[in-house]
């Protein structure tokens, strides 16, 4: 059973940077794309970037040059780096994990989630 632990939210002032983490552990063949989501209080939840096993990365425009996606293959940890926040950025952040089984086939697992809160 694969879980993945999300943790780095926290509150912090605008034009500050948190760093977030996704760890997954348990028992996979291996996972493909990584990424993290956010949610605000009565909005939908919205893609904020994502890798690929292979170090693509995807972005959300409102984050672009803003937050750095990257990820450790050997600890299978995928990190957000968010730089220069806005209070437009709060929001309860999750990650998602693309999992293989080594028959082929794939699942999502998610992070229980954390909290982002940006002050102005």
């Known amino acids: 059973q694969v879980q993945l632990v999300d943790s780095g939210g926290g509150l912090v002032q605008a034009g500050g940077s948190l760093r977030l983490s996704c760890a997954a552990t348990g028992s996979f063949f291996s996972i493909n794309t990584m990424s993290w989501y956010r949610q605000a209080p009565g909005k939908q939840r919205e893609l904020v970037a994502a890798?690929?096993?292979?170090?693509?990365?995807n972005y959300a425009d409102s984050v672009k040059g803003r937050f750095t996606s990257s990820r450790d293959n050997a600890r299978n940890t995928h990190y957000l780096q968010m730089n220069s926040l806005k209070t437009e950025d709060t929001a309860a952040y999750y990650c998602?994990?693309?999992?293989?089984?080594?028959?082929?086939?794939?699942?999502?697992?998610w992070g229980q989630g954390t909290q982002v809160t940006v002050s102005s």
């Open positions: 890798i690929t096993d292979r170090g693509i990365t």
């Open positions: 998602d994990a693309n999992i293989r089984r080594s028959t082929g086939s794939e699942y999502d697992r």
